[in-house]
T-cell receptor, first 114, second 115 residues
Framework: DAGVTQSPTHLIKTRGQHVTLRCSPISGHKSVSWYQQVLGQGPQFIFQYYEKEERGRGNFPDRFSARQFPNYSSELNVNALLLGDSALYLC?????????????FGPGTRLTVL | AQTVTQSQPEMSVQEAETVTLSCTYDTSESDYYLFWYKQPPSRQMILVIRQEAYKQQNATENRFSVNFQKAAKSFSLKISDSQLGDAAMYFCAYRSAKTGNQFYFGTGTSLTVIP
């Protein structure tokens, strides 16, 4: 079975632009979470979605938004990009939202904002 | 908010030797999970080991084991018989058992394995 997949692998944008990152969870997984990993830091939680509803939100500005589709894939959108948005964006999927559900991470999308 | 601290930005170990990575955390909760994740240069986060706070017995997965000290809020990872493939960033993470919708990660420890 395929693991969590993310696209694109790398992305270069300029300040002020908008970006959409995509994530496909493991088959059967209904929850998707997004994390931002700035160089030299640990991942920071952005969103969690379950059954197409937002179930958790980290301390990120409203420029960050996300959604989950009926097939449980997800998109992360970032508007008005800033240099500080440059990071590795990780997606993780799990069967459900219970804390004992293991989360499986994708390989990430490397976003560079110039 | 929960915080996770990894005080060793870099560690090195000789191949076949043992190394211990440190992690401390701060929480007011009594029920939670602790994790060690490995992130090789390929960037994919891989679960190494997991510990439930209500279990007194330390978790073990082959060459990987933890020393969980709940009262001290300490959660160290021991890697025995280190192999070249163990070289990676290692992240300690906390997850609440009640509001388990997010991980809190430490800043990571970069492990180098010397042949």
């Amino acid at each position: 079975d395929a693991g969590v997949t993310q696209s694109p692998t790398h992305l270069i944008k300029t300040r002020g632009q908008h970006v959409t990152l995509r994530c496909s969870p493991i088959s059967g997984h209904k929850s998707v979470s997004w994390y931002q990993q700035v160089l030299g830091q640990g991942p920071q939680f952005i969103f969690q979605y379950y059954e197409k509803e937002e179930r958790g939100r980290g301390n990120f500005p409203d420029r960050f938004s996300a959604r989950q589709f009926p097939n449980y894939s997800s998109e992360l959108n970032v508007n008005a990009l800033l240099l500080g948005d440059s990071a590795l964006y990780l997606c993780a999927s799990s069967l459900g939202i219970n804390s004992y559900n293991e989360q499986f991470f994708g390989p990430g999308t490397r976003l560079t904002v110039l | 908010a929960q915080t996770v601290t990894q005080s060793q930005p870099e560690m090195s170990v000789q191949e076949a030797e043992t190394v211990t990575l440190s992690c401390t955390y701060d929480t007011s909760e009594s029920d939670y999970y602790l994790f060690w994740y490995k992130q090789p240069p390929s960037r994919q986060m891989i679960l190494v080991i997991r510990q439930e706070a209500y279990k007194q017995q330390n978790a073990t997965e082959n060459r990987f084991s933890v020393n969980f000290q709940k009262a001290a809020k300490s959660f160290s990872l021991k890697i025995s018989d280190s192999q070249l493939g163990d070289a990676a960033m290692y992240f300690c993470a906390y997850r609440s058992a009640k509001t388990g919708n997010q991980f809190y990660f430490g800043t990571g420890t970069s492990l180098t394995v010397i042949p």
